[in-house]
């Protein structure tokens, strides 16, 4: 009998679900959309409850779209959207509160304290990581402080935190297993990032009861197993974990150190593998873990600009200018260039390498000729400027130019973007022809963690050629560019 892979991709918009064959070929696939909650400017919130029954719907339809049934899926991957921060009860599953989610910058000030008081230094030495309301430590905080008898009944361990993989981990497994892997371990500002174990001197400087956090454990292996579902049947075992990011990186089969992707979703994310040690940026970057295969670690460099595609998002929903995501290309293309305009797409803080909690959008060089297509323009390249900065920033920690880089995500699907991408960074960029490599990457870990596949030599060739852009752009005009787009960023 056949037997699958299902890789469970829980994204900030959107919970989906591909069912991957042995050769890991897709063969049928789910999406589901969730609601975004604002409670107040800056602040992003989700609905656990929503989250996990669009988790279960994506599944019934990726397994009813490839005629798969549940009892032929030897293994589950999950990956997931990162430092997004849920807290439940242990007894009833129930969450406390709405998550948290990464975008939320309600923990800003909390982060600007710490910096006051002198703490950054020592948490970017334990845990690669910024003080920055992105990551998940101060949001559990703010949970403890905020929800009433939180912080007591942590301390007794009646409540579970839990990044969104463990949080699904909960739930497949009706509540056996509390467990989360060490990339995702690796973004909550609560984990030493050499040890890869969870840092006493960090819970100590956030306030978090050790009682309330999972337990840390490999990328590939396995977690548990499915128990007690109306979507899938007991018994299939859960193998492979990692943050979306992470499982990228290993989805474009970036093995090798020096390697590097970017994935162009809601955010984007530039990763490169760093190797067997840790590894700390001088330019604003972040050091993280990619993954670890029984006792092996890999550790990565990161740059995450904050607003990717969901500046396209806003185009469509905040101004109307579009009906649909896909839409932007035709019409960015429909003018020569942006006339001038540049957007600074920083509707959730500037991330690295800037740094910068408190900066805003902006749009400017608009004039009485300035149209929608040029806005759209404008959007596409505030992306590609984005990456060029953090791609600067990974040049100069490792003393020389990357010599390509490969792209995934939604967003890369827009040639358009790719191609002012490669003359920004007169680099070439590859595209793979599948560009989910996020569920692909839960996928082969979980094929590394079942025993379907034996190691990361036999997944390379999983990773199929696509498309490459190559740079085109003159210095004269790359420069000009760039220097509006300095200057811009200058005053967001």
């Known amino acids: ?5 299902l890789a469970i991709d829980q994204g900030t918009t959107s919970s989906r679900a591909i069912v991957f064959d042995s050769r890991l070929n897709a063969r049928g696939q789910g999406s589901v959309e969730f609601r975004q909650y604002f409670p107040k400017p ?27 049934r549940g009892n032929e899926i030897s293994a589950i991957g999950i990956t997931n959207q990162r430092e997004t921060t849920a807290v439940w009860d242990r007894r009833t599953g129930k969450a406390i509160h709405r998550a948290i989610v990464w975008q939320c910058r309600r923990t800003a000030a909390m982060c600007d304290a710490l910096k006051a008081q002198g703490h950054e230094p020592r948490v970017r030495e334990r845990t690669g990581l910024v003080l920055d309301a992105y990551f998940s430590g101060t949001k559990i905080r703010w949970l403890l402080d905020n929800v009433k008898g939180a912080a007591q009944r942590a301390e007794k361990g009646e409540l579970a935190f839990g990044t969104i993989d463990s949080a699904l981990l909960w739930k497949l497994t009706g509540g056996k297993v509390h467990a989360t892997d060490v990339s995702n371990a690796s973004r909550t500002l609560l ?3 050499a040890q890869r174990t969870w840092d006493p001197e960090m819970l100590a400087l956030f306030g978090v009861p050790r009682a309330l956090l999972p337990e840390i454990k490999p990328s590939a292996g396995e977690f548990g197993r499915t128990l007690g579902l109306k979507v899938l049947p007991d018994g299939i075992p859960i193998c492979g974990i990692a943050g979306d990011q992470q499982a990228a990186l290993f989805g474009q089969a970036c093995f090798e150190a020096g390697e590097a992707k970017c994935t162009y979703g809601t955010g984007a994310f530039l990763l490169m593998n760093a190797g067997p040690q840790p590894a700390q940026s001088k330019h604003g970057l972040l050091g993280t873990v990619a993954w670890q295969i029984g006792g092996d670690a890999t550790y990565a460099l990161e740059g995450s600009a904050f607003i990717a595609g969901a500046a396209v998002q806003w185009l469509r929903d905040g101004l109307g200018i579009i009906e649909s995501s896909s839409e932007i290309e035709a019409l960015a293309r429909s003018v020569p260039d942006s006339n001038g305009v540049v957007f600074v797409p920083a509707l959730a ?9 408190g900066a805003r959008g902006l ?13 759209a323009r404008a959007t596409l390249e505030g992306i ?15 003393g020389h130019p990357m010599p390509m880089f490969r792209v995934d995500g939604g967003a890369s699907q827009n040639d358009l973007l790719l191609q002012f991408q490669a003359d920004l960074l007169q680099t ?12 692909l990457g839960a996928a082969m870990l979980a094929g590394v963690g079942s025993g379907v596949f034996q190691g990361t030599a036999e997944l390379k060739a999983a990773v199929r050629g696509g498309k490459k852009f190559t740079p085109k752009l003159k210095p004269e005009p790359r420069e000009q560019h760039l220097a509006r787009w300095r200057a811009a960023v200058a005053k967001a």
């Open 1 to 5: 009998m056949p037997r699958y892979l």
């Open 42 to 68: 800056g602040w992003v919130e989700h609905d656990l409850e929503e989250i996990w029954t669009s988790t279960q719907k994506s599944i019934a339809a990726a397994l009813k779209q490839a005629g798969v």
């Open 191 to 193: 984990m030493g990032l």
């Open 349 to 357: 803080g500037l991330g690295a390498p800037h740094w910068r909690q």
């Open 363 to 375: 749009i400017t060089g608009l004039d009485r000729g300035t149209t929608a297509a040029h806005l």
């Open 384 to 398: 590609a400027f984005q990456i060029h900065d953090l791609a600067v920033a990974m040049a100069q920690d490792i």
């Open 428 to 439: 070439p960029i590859e595209r793979p022809r599948m560009v989910e490599t996020t569920a």
